[in-house]
C-alpha cells in the first residue's frame, strides 16, 4: 500500500478509536494540535488554489475532518466527566481566551457559534445550493460551445474532451458541495449539544463525586467545558470558512490575494475619495485628528503613487506593441503556417455574421455540427472540420465555400427575408424578389416575414437563410466527399474497424492490399454517392477478390455487387415496379471493344463521332424520364457498367449507373428507354 493510503486509513481508525477508547491527556493534545493544523492547512489551500478543481475532494474531505474532529469531542468529554483534566490544550483555551474570567470565555463562544452559524455555514449553504443548480442548468450551453469550437476548428478533439471532462467535474464537485455544507452545519450544531452536555454533566460530576461546592464546579468545570467547545468550535470555523471561500470563488484560473487587492486599491481616484473623507472627518469632527487625517493623507499618497504607476504601464504597454509590430515586419516571415490549408471552409461578408454568431441568437454553427452528423450517417465517412470565416472583402450578404482552399461554390442570402420556392402546383403566385436556390439552382422568389404565412398557406416551400446555407454546404460536401477522404481518415476507419475485427483487417492490409489501394476503393464509392458506412461487408469483399487482382476500379465493381441490397434499397423500391433505360447491347459491344489497358489502368478509344451519339442518346433519354418526373437510371450488363460511368461522367456528373448484379431479387425493373449510339 502507499503511504498516502496508509495515512488516510490510520486517520479514519484513530477517530473510530477515540469513540470507544478512553485516551490519556497528553494523547488528546497532540490530536487536537494535529486537528487545527489540517484546518489551517484546509483553510490556505482553499485560499490560494487558482480554480475549485484543484481542490475536487473538499467534499470527502469535509466529511473526514467533521467525524475526526467528533471523535475527539467525545474524547475530551470523557476526560472532563471521569478525571476534570482534558489536558494543556483544553484549560489553556479555557483560561487563556476568556481572560480566567468565566462569563467574558461564555460570551465569546457564544459569538464563535453565532458566527458560524448565522453567517459562514447560511451563507455558504446558500451559495453552494444555488451555484450547484447553476452549473447543472449551464452544462447543455457549455457542451454546445464546446461542440462549436471543435467544429469551426478552433480546438483540437484532445482540448475538447478536455473541456468536456472538466464540465463535468464542475458538475459534480458543485453537487457535492451542496450536500458537503450540510456536514459542516451538523458538525457546529453538535459540538454545541456536547458542550451543553459538558456543562450540566460536569457539574453534576463535581459536586456528587468530586465534594465540590456548586459555584466552584461551575467555575471549573465551566471554563474546561469552554476550552473544549473553543478546541472544536475554532477548527470547525476554520473548515467553515475554506467551505465559503470555495463556492464563491469567481476566478477560475487566478491567485485571490492579487486579485483581491488588485480589486480593492487597483483605482486611483478611489483612495483619493477615501483619504479626503478621512481628512475631513478628522478636522471636522471630534475623532482623533491625528489617526484619521493621517490615514487618509496615506490613502491619497497610495492613490498618487498608483496613478503613477497605471500611467507607466500604459505608456511601456504602447511601446511595447509597437516594439512588437515592428519586430514582426522585421523578422523572416514564417512561411511554414501559410502552407496549412482548410479542407473546408465557408467565407461570409458582415450581413450573415448574426446567423453565426451564438450571442445574436445565431445557429448557422450548430447546423454545421448536424451536418458532420448527417453525413457520417448517410456516407459512413467523418467530415473534415468545418472552418468559418467573416471576410469583409466579400458582398455583405455574399458567401461562399471552399474545398482545399479553392472556391467551389458561391450564394447570395438576404438577412431578413425568406426564400418560397414553387413545387409545380401553387395555383396563386405571391410577389418577392427574383432569385435561385443556390444548392439545385431552381428559381425561387425572397419575402417577408409577413408574406412567410401566406405562401406556405399556398402551397409554397419556406425556407429560412441559414437553412440555405447549411442546405448548399451539405450538397458541395456530398459532391466532394470523396476527394476529402485522405490516407488518415481510411486509416481511422481501418482502426476502428480493427477493434471488432482483427483477423480480417490482418488479411487484407497490407498483405493484398496498401492503404492507398483500399483508399482508391473508397473513393470511388462515395464518388456515386454509395455509403461505406458496412465497412466490413467491403473489406471482406476486398479479401476475397484481392489476390487475383489489385486493380481499384475492378475491386470497386466486385464490392458494389456485393453492397447490393444497400444498393437496391437507394435507388429502388422493393417488391414493386422501377422504371430504368437500359443501354443497347450493340452499343455495349463496342464500348467493351474500344477499352484498353494500360500500367495506369483502362481507358476508352471509342470514336469520338459514336461517342458523341451515345451522349445524345443518354441526354435525349434522361430528358424523357425527367419529363415525367421520374429519376434517371441506366441499367447495363456488370462488366460495361465501369466503363459506361467513366464515358459519360464528364457529361452527366449525377447519373445513376447501376448493373444487373447490383439490383436485388425482389426488385422489377421495367424498361422505358433504350441508349443507342
Known sequence: MKRSD?????????????????????????MLAINISIALIILFNALFAKEVLEMSFFPTLLLFTTIFRISLNVSSTRLILSTGNPGNVVETFGSFVGGDNLVIGAIIFIVLIIIQFVVINKGSERVAEVTARFTLDAMPGKQMAIDADLNTG???EKEARERRSKIQEE???????????????????????????????????????????????????????????????????????STGILVTKASKETDIGSILIGQLFGMPKVLYLVGTALVFLGV?????????????????????????????ESVEEAVSEEETSAEEI????????????????????????PLADVNQGGDLLDRVV?????????????????????????????????????????????????????????????????????????????????????????????????????????????????????????????????????VLVDELTPKLLGLGEIQKVLQNLLEEGISIRDLLSIFETLADHAATTRDTDILTEYVRQGLKRAISSKYFTPNGVTSVITLDPKTEQDIMASVKQSEQGAYITLDPERTKAIIASVESETEKMENIGKTPIIITSPIVRLYFKKLTSDYFRDLIVISYNEVESNVELQSVGMVTG
Open 370 to 502: 448536424m451536418i458532420r452528423r448527417q453525413i457520417a450517417l448517410e456516407l459512413g465517412t467523418v467530415v473534415p472540420i468545418i472552418r468559418l470565416r467573416d471576410n469583409i472583402q466579400l458582398n455583405p450578404n455574399q458567401y461562399i465555400i471552399k474545398i482545399k482552399g479553392i472556391q467551389v461554390t458561391e450564394g447570395e442570402i438576404l438577412f431578413d427575408h425568406y426564400m418560397a420556392m414553387n413545387p409545380g402546383y401553387v395555383e396563386e403566385e405571391i410577389t418577392g424578389i427574383p432569385t435561385f436556390e443556390p444548392s439545385f439552382h431552381l428559381p425561387a422568389i425572397w419575402i417577408t416575414e409577413g408574406q412567410r404565412e401566406r405562401a406556405e398557406s399556398l402551397g409554397y416551400t419556406v425556407v429560412d437563410p441559414p437553412s440555405i446555407i447549411a442546405t448548399h454546404l451539405t450538397e458541395v460536401i456530398r459532391n466532394h466527399i470523396a476527394e476529402l477522404l485522405t490516407r488518415q481518415d481510411v486509416q481511422n476507419l481501418v482502426n476502428n474497424l480493427k477493434e471488432s475485427n482483427p
Open 284 to 312: 471636522i469632527t471630534p475623532l482623533n485628528v491625528v489617526l484619521f487625517a493621517g490615514l487618509g493623507i496615506t490613502f491619497i499618497i497610495c492613490g498618487r503613487q498608483l496613478d503613477k504607476t497605471v500611467g507607466i
Open 6 to 30: 496508509v495515512a488516510i486509513a490510520a486517520y479514519l481508525l484513530a477517530a473510530v478509536v477515540f469513540f470507544i477508547i478512553p485516551i490519556p491527556s497528553f494523547l488528546l493534545d497532540i
Open 330 to 353: 522585421r523578422k523572416p516571415e514564417n512561411v511554414v503556417s501559410l502552407l496549412q490549408v482548410d479542407p473546408i471552409e465557408l467565407e461570409f461578408g458582415y450581413g450573415i455574421i
Open 154 to 156: 478552433a480546438i483540437t
Open 171 to 241: 458538475a459534480s464537485f458543485f453537487g457535492s458541495m451542496d450536500g458537503a455544507t450540510k456536514y459542516v452545519k451538523g458538525d457546529a450544531t453538535a459540538g454545541l449539544i456536547i458542550t451543553g452536555i459538558n456543562l450540566v454533566g460536569g457539574i453534576i460530576m463535581g459536586i456528587m463525586y468530586g465534594g465540590m461546592e456548586a459555584n466552584d464546579a461551575l467555575v471549573r468545570y465551566g471554563t474546561l467545558t469552554i476550552g473544549d467547545g473553543l478546541c472544536s468550535q475554532i477548527p470547525s470555523l476554520l473548515i467553515s470558512l
